[in-house]
Every structure is written in C-alpha cells, then in structure tokens.
C-alpha cells in the first residue's frame, strides 16, 4: 500500500446509478487530486484541493462532483454517468498543491458505466 | 501554462540493455521534475526526482539528467530486467500543480 487508499477498487454501475468514490490519506498531505486514466489520456486531471479549498476544476461535466470534507478525506460522487466515463480513477495527494513535491497515488477505482 | 512532452510513447529494448525516456517543458519557472512508475493494476509510484539546482541524480539503475537550459530531463535505466516493464510518466512542477507527460509504454524482451 502507497499510504493513499481508494474504495471500492471496482465499481460497475448503470447511466441513472448514484454512487461514490472514496480515497483516504494518512500522510499528512495537505493537497489531494482526482485525476482520470484513459487509453486516449493517460493521466486527466479533473480536480484539486489544496488545505481542503477547490483550487482547479478542470472542465469537468456536472455529472461528476467532488468532495473534500478534511485534508485525509476526498470524495467523487457520481450520477447520470455516460459509457465513456469508464475509466480508472486514481486519487493523490502531496505535501501542498503547487507542485514543489512528488505526489503518492492510491491503486484507482476502475469505473465501467453499462 | 506548463506543457510537458514525453518521447516516445513506446519503447522496446533487450533484456540487460538501456532505455532511455526524454521529456521537455516549457515553463522556465518549474523546478522540480519526478519521474512515476506505473505496473499493471497499480497506481503510479514515484521512482526518482530531481530538483533545478542540480544536473544529475542517480539511484542504482536508474538516473534522471535535468538540462536546464534546454529545458529537458532524461530518465536513463542501465541493465534492464523484466520487472522494469511498465509505463514511466514524467511531470514538471514548482511553479503550479505537476504537469505530466503523456507516458512511455517501456517492455523489456528476454
């Protein structure tokens, strides 16, 4: 383990489906990033939070909705996804949000919408 | 912004051979510049950085070479094994959030 933990690790889920993702630091990092994993983008960010402040939304459809609701936990919480939304998603976290260290990602949630 | 361009995407290469992974960017302000690892069903994992104030860093088989000028950095890996097959990101930070590259598929053929 990395020390960045994601749940569930698999998840298939129907278009009207409600569900959520959840990652868990312990590190003592104070930014945390969802990013999405594709075969046409390998590594998409979508968003961050730095000391639990959204910094960046990276055009990201409403349909997906992030959470952060203290500095060890971030959330994704997903509704009304489309088949193309199938993808890894792979949560991180650093010391802070503007890049001055290395970032420690979890395993991922490989996500299929059907 | 940053942009940061990885060559090449794939590469194959011998067992016991070297590999060699170039990448560019843009912002003369980044200075920190890591190098991920990622293995079938894993995250990426950090396997080595470098920082702007020095020009190589080495960490037994692997190295990372950071042209400053050029704005390029290099990660070398000597006497290859198979478990180096992965896909190896390169990302430039400092100024803003990491920017990565778009990745190379690395297989090593026994």
């Known amino acids: 383990e990395t020390g960045v933990t994601q749940t569930p690790r698999h998840l298939v889920m129907g278009m009207t489906n409600k569900k959520s993702l959840k990652c868990e630091q312990h590190?003592?990092?104070?930014?945390m990033y969802w990013y999405k994993q594709s075969a046409k983008k390998p590594l998409e960010l979508m968003f961050v939070?730095?000391?639990?402040?959204?910094?960046e939304n990276n055009s990201v459809p409403s349909r997906f909705s992030p959470e952060c609701p203290n500095s060890s936990h971030l959330f994704l919480h997903l509704h009304t996804l489309q088949p193309e939304d199938s993808a890894l998603y792979l949560c991180?976290?650093?010391?802070?949000?503007?890049?001055?260290?290395?970032?420690?990602f979890g395993s991922g949630t490989r996500l299929t919408v059907v | 912004g940053e942009n940061v361009e990885q060559h090449p995407s794939t590469l194959s290469v011998q067992e016991g051979d070297s590999a060699v992974i170039k990448c560019t960017y843009s912002?003369?302000?980044?200075?920190?510049f890591p190098w991920y690892k990622q293995e079938l069903g894993k995250g990426p994992q950090l396997i080595i950085d470098?920082?702007?104030?020095?020009g190589e860093k080495k960490d037994q088989r692997i190295a990372v070479t950071l042209n400053k000028t050029a704005k390029h950095f290099s990660l070398h890996i000597t006497e290859t094994q198979p478990e180096d097959s992965a896909v190896y990101f390169c990302?430039?930070?400092?100024?803003?959030?990491?920017?990565f590259g778009q990745g190379t598929r690395l297989t090593i053929n026994p």
């Open positions: 939070y730095n000391f639990k402040e959204q910094t």
């Open positions: 912002d003369s302000a980044s200075n920190y």
């Open positions: 991180a976290s650093s010391q802070d949000g503007w890049g001055n260290y290395g970032y420690t």
């Open positions: 590190l003592g990092h104070n930014a």
């Open positions: 990302a430039a930070g400092g100024a803003q959030k990491l920017v």
């Open positions: 470098i920082r702007s104030n020095v």
